[in-house]
Nanobody, 126 residues
Framework: QLQLVESGGGLVQPGGSLRLSCAVS????????IAWFRQAPGKEREGVSC????????SYADSVKGRFTISRDNAKKTVYLQMNSLKPEDTAVYYC???????????????????WGQGTQVTVSS
């Protein structure tokens, strides 16, 4: 059964760090680009970061560049999002998603992603 399961969210103070994990099953992680999206209350879903399949190229939204790092461990079938220097505006539900097609360079367009996790809440507040 194809699944993506996020974990690692929580409450953190501004300036703090969290590492999100996206554990996958039911497909070969190496073949697919994976992206992280987030959605805050009353706002549209936005792409945060993505990582390509074979060449592991990465892409980041301008709002998180220099603070967030995406990585993948194909052996552990897990994709990570390390989030540092968190700000209140990073508060959202974070989702990981799998590309519709194999062996593509990643883009942060939600329409390109066919399978989604259930999300994990990240709250940045003092």
């Amino acid at each position: 059964q194809l699944q993506l399961v996020e974990s690692g969210g929580g409450l953190v103070q501004p300036g703090g760090s969290l590492r999100l994990s996206c554990a996958v099953s039911g497909f070969t992680l190496d073949y697919y680009a994976i992206a992280w999206f987030r959605q805050a209350p009353g706002k549209e879903r936005e792409g945060v970061s993505c990582i390509s399949s074979t060449d592991t190229r990465t892409s980041y939204a301008d709002s998180v560049k220099g603070r967030f790092t995406i990585s993948r461990d194909n052996a552990k079938k897990t994709v990570y999002l390390q989030m540092n220097s968190l700000k209140p505006e990073d508060t959202a539900v974070y989702y990981c998603a799998r590309d519709k097609q194999v062996f593509r360079r990643c883009v942060m367009r939600s329409d390109d992603y066919a399978y989604w996790g259930q999300g994990t809440q990240v709250t940045v507040s003092s």
